[in-house]
């Protein structure tokens, strides 16, 4: 059996798959806040709730997350030297996100001073968006190699030559997915880093979420 019943499944055992399920209830939520707010306020209020408690619990599964990109590093620094320093700096800014995303959960819950929170919350957003840049950043050499790759191929007399390239077209859709969710969450990190009127808007931080939840969704959908 492998109908959409048992990929759900699979995919909702992951950390990562729900992860990206209650981050769509968060900026759902976010949405229907702004939608709302003016014309029917209770319902606006249950929809805030929803959003507040829908970012607190992300942060609850994402504990011990911030050990992924130093695993990373470890075992799989990359293939070459400027893969490697592009790649210190990514996870790098992962995993100060992740670590400090935690102290802002207990200082958010109110298990530790909750005047921490604001800095935690800069400093968290800070680590984020420097990743994600660098995620972009080997994601668009990535790109650019497979494209080179599939006209290599396009040119040789392999027999092999239509499965390869398929590959590298699955990857790539991978990749852009990624770049999505990158800026997307770069958008929102800035939004903590430097408020201004586009990246704070309800609509703005709204989408760019969604965005970042459904890429996640696909990318770890089960295939």
């Not at 929809?47 to 997350?65: D, M, P």
């Not at 430097?194 to 808007?201: A, G, L, R, S, V």
């Amino acid at each position: 059996m492998n109908d959409k019943v048992d990929k759900l499944v699979i995919f909702l055992a992951k950390r990562d798959g729900i992860d990206k399920l209650v981050k769509t209830f968060q900026y759902v939520s976010k949405l229907l806040v702004w939608h709302l707010e003016t014309t029917n306020p209770k319902v606006a209020h249950r929809a805030k709730q929803c959003e507040v408690a829908s970012g607190l619990s992300r942060k609850a599964f994402r504990t011990g997350r911030f050990l992924t990109g130093f695993n990373a590093l470890r075992r799989n620094p990359g293939p070459t030297p400027s893969y490697r320093l592009l790649s210190v700096f990514a996870n790098a800014g992962e995993m100060v996100y992740f670590f400090f995303d935690h102290i802002l959960w207990l200082s958010r819950t109110g298990v530790i001073d909750a005047n921490l929170a604001k800095r935690m919350s800069y400093i968290s957003a800070f680590g984020e968006s420097l990743g994600y840049v660098f995620f972009c950043v080997i994601e668009y050499i990535m790109i650019k190699e497979g494209i080179e790759r599939e006209r290599k191929i396009k040119m040789g007399e392999s027999e092999e030559k239509v499965d390869e390239i398929k590959k590298i077209k699955v990857d790539r859709v991978m990749r852009l997915m990624a770049v999505a969710a990158n800026v997307a969450d770069l958008i929102i990190g800035l939004a903590e880093i430097e408020p201004n009127p586009f990246c704070n808007h309800a609509v703005s931080l709204g989408i760019s979420g969604l965005v970042s939840a459904w890429a996640g969704w696909y990318r770890n959908w089960p295939t």
